[in-house]
T-cell receptor, first 112, second 111 residues
Framework: DAGITQSPRHKVTETGTPVTLRCHQT?????MYWYRQDPGHGLRLIHY???????DKGEVSDGYSVSRSKTEDFLLTLESATSSQTSVYFC???????????FGPGTRLTVL | QKEVEQNSGPLSVPEGAIASLNCTYS??????FFWYRQYSGKSPELIMF????GDKEDGRFTAQLNKASQYVSLLIRDSQPSDSATYLC???????????FGQGTRLTINP
C-alpha cells in the first residue's frame, strides 16, 4: 500500500465547530487531493495541491480551506462545520497529476 | 450534467459470466481514463487505466475506450464473488492534473 494515512479516522462534531483533517504521505508525491464521498455522488474533489503552498479549488470547495506547508502533509479545514458536510473524506496522492492516484483509508465525519 | 456519467446500478451478474461496466464522458479534451474498485467501507483502488482507442487487457479485466463515441467500458471475465464492489470511472482533465469521477456502479456477482 502507498504510504498514506489520514487522521482522525472517525470524528463526530457539532454544527458550528471548526474541524481539521490531516493527510500524511511518505511517498514524496507532488500532488495531493481531498475528496468527499456521498451516496449517489461518487467522489467529488474539494481541493488539491500541486506543491508546497500551491493549492487550487475543486468542484465542491465552498466551506472548506486547505493548507500544505510540507510535502508530506495536506490539511483540510472546515471553519464552521455544517450538517451538509457529514461525509466520508478521502485523501489521495499522485506523482504525476491525477495519473494513478492512491487513496488513503478515509475519515468518516459526522456533524450533528 | 456531470462530466463523467455511470449507471449507478446495482448490476447483478452470475458467477462465471462477463460483467460489463460502462461510462460516458462529455469533455472531448479528456485523454486518459481510470477504473477504480471500491469495496464496501474501504478506499478506492486503481485497477486499470487506458488512454488509447481500443482495448487494453490485464488478466480477467479489459478496458475499452472509444473516443469518437466518448465511451469507456470495463469488462470482467469469469466474474467471481470477490469482484462484488463499486466500480468508479474517472477521466483526467487535460491540463488540470485532476480527475473527474462518475457516480460509480455497484456490481454484485451472484454465486
Amino acid at each position: 500500500d502507498a504510504g498514506i494515512t489520514q487522521s482522525p479516522r472517525h470524528k463526530v462534531t457539532e454544527t458550528g465547530t471548526p474541524v481539521t483533517l490531516r493527510c500524511h504521505q511518505t511517498e514524496n508525491h507532488r500532488y495531493m487531493y481531498w475528496y468527499r464521498q456521498d451516496p449517489g455522488h461518487g467522489l467529488r474533489l474539494i481541493h488539491y495541491s500541486y506543491g508546497v503552498k500551491d493549492t487550487d479549488k475543486g468542484e465542491v470547495s465552498d466551506g472548506y480551506s486547505v493548507s500544505r506547508s510540507k510535502t508530506e502533509d495536506f490539511l483540510l479545514t472546515l471553519e464552521s462545520a455544517t450538517s451538509s458536510q457529514t461525509s466520508v473524506y478521502f485523501c489521495a496522492i499522485s506523482e504525476s497529476g491525477g495519473f494513478e492516484e492512491f487513496f488513503g483509508p478515509g475519515t468518516r465525519l459526522t456533524v450533528l | 450534467q456531470k462530466e463523467v456519467e455511470q449507471n449507478s446500478g446495482p448490476l447483478s451478474v452470475p458467477e462465471g459470466a462477463i460483467a460489463s461496466l460502462n461510462c460516458t464522458y462529455s469533455d472531448r479534451g479528456s485523454q486518459s481514463f481510470f477504473w477504480y474498485r471500491q469495496y464496501s467501507g474501504k478506499s478506492p483502488e486503481l485497477i486499470m487505466f487506458i488512454y488509447s482507442n481500443g482495448d487494453k487487457e490485464d488478466g480477467r479485466f479489459t478496458a475499452q475506450l472509444n473516443k469518437a463515441s466518448q465511451y469507456v467500458s470495463l469488462l470482467i471475465r469469469d466474474s467471481q464473488p470477490s469482484d462484488s464492489a463499486t466500480y468508479l470511472c474517472a477521466g483526467l482533465i487535460q491540463g488540470a492534473q485532476k480527475l473527474v469521477f462518475g457516480q460509480g456502479t455497484r456490481l454484485t456477482i451472484n454465486p
